[in-house]
């Protein structure tokens, strides 16, 4: 069993940025692939970005490419996602989620993944 908390959102301004972080639980976060995905109101959750288990390799959805990384640091047990350059449209809210059944690489289907957190707010105000 995995516990994942999100922090770190908040209302921001068009042009700004936000580091958003996820905590897990437990001793084998290093085993799980993590995932981060938005929600909008009336929406479907979107896959935003993920990375492997080691973090050597990271995928992220278009329409975030060259304006959000994702990162982790396996000793902390924490995943990141660092937003810059927001947009009104990035308003949602932000979920993370760890994969343990993704060896090699990682995976964009929410199905994928076997835990999330309860999200955290992001606004962006134009």
């Known amino acids: 069993q995995v516990q994942l908390v999100e922090s770190g959102g908040g209302l921001v301004q068009a042009g700004g940025s936000l580091r958003l972080s996820c905590a897990a639980s437990g001793r084998t976060f290093s085993r799980y692939a993590m995932g981060w995905f938005s929600q909008a109101p009336g929406k479907e959750r979107e896959f935003v970005a993920a990375?492997?288990?080691?973090?050597?390799?990271?995928y992220y959805a278009d329409s975030v490419k060259g304006r959000f990384t994702i990162s982790r640091d396996n000793a902390k047990n924490t995943v990141y996602l660092q937003m810059t350059s927001l947009k009104p449209e990035d308003t949602a809210v932000y979920y993370c989620a760890a994969d343990l059944g993704t060896v090699v690489g990682v995976s964009v289907e929410p199905r994928k993944y076997d835990y999330w957190g309860q999200g955290t707010q992001v606004t962006v105000s134009s």
């Open positions: 990375i492997s288990r080691s973090g050597s390799r990271t």
